[in-house]
């Protein structure tokens, strides 16, 4: 279990970090035809890396709670699955919906479906929310490796 944790855990901030890159390099929308590749590439980065290392992050983590009685009475254990769902809202509804969004609407506005001005209002938040998930994930390896003796629970 710690091995797929470990492997989800890689996987969903590697992509997380690729994605600010991706971010910080995309063209203008102005520049319409490399803007639309390259949030389709965002799009299928968070579809299809994000979003699978987060399930098997989240999955194993708490197979790993369930297999080992130890961590039902650990406090950081409990700690990092609070923060876990708060990185499972925090992808699905501020990075994984939003990119695959602003993917369809380029794509429309490059068919002439969708008015141009109206695409990357959301680069700021989508940064800032990479960011803050980002520091998250870090706060939890911290705890995984740390496993500090906070919030002893009573047997």
Do not use: C
């Not at 797929?4 to 929308?29: D, E, K, N, Q, W």
């Not at 990075?95 to 068919?111: D, I, N, W, Y």
């Not at 680069?123 to 906070?150: D, Y």
Request: glycine share 10%; proline share 6%.
């Amino acid at each position: 279990m710690k091995f797929l944790h470990t492997m989800g855990a890689t996987g969903l901030m590697g992509a997380m970090a690729a994605l600010i890159v991706m971010l910080s390099v995309a063209p203008p929308p102005s520049k319409l035809v490399g803007y639309t590749a390259s949030r389709g590439a965002m799009g299928a980065v968070a579809t299809w890396i994000v979003l699978p290392s987060l399930a098997l992050m989240l999955v194993s983590g708490l197979l790993a709670m369930t297999l080992n009685r130890a961590f039902l009475n650990a406090g950081w254990a409990w700690l990092k699955l609070a923060t876990g769902v708060l990185m499972f809202e925090g992808v699905l509804v501020y990075v994984e919906g939003p990119m695959r969004q602003e993917a369809e609407q380029s794509a429309g506005a490059l068919a002439g479906r969708v008015d141009p001005a109206t695409l990357a209002a959301s680069l700021g938040p989508e940064r800032n929310t990479l960011w803050l998930l980002l520091a998250i994930a870090t706060a939890n390896v911290v705890l995984g490796i740390w496993r500090p003796r906070i919030l002893r629970l009573p047997r």
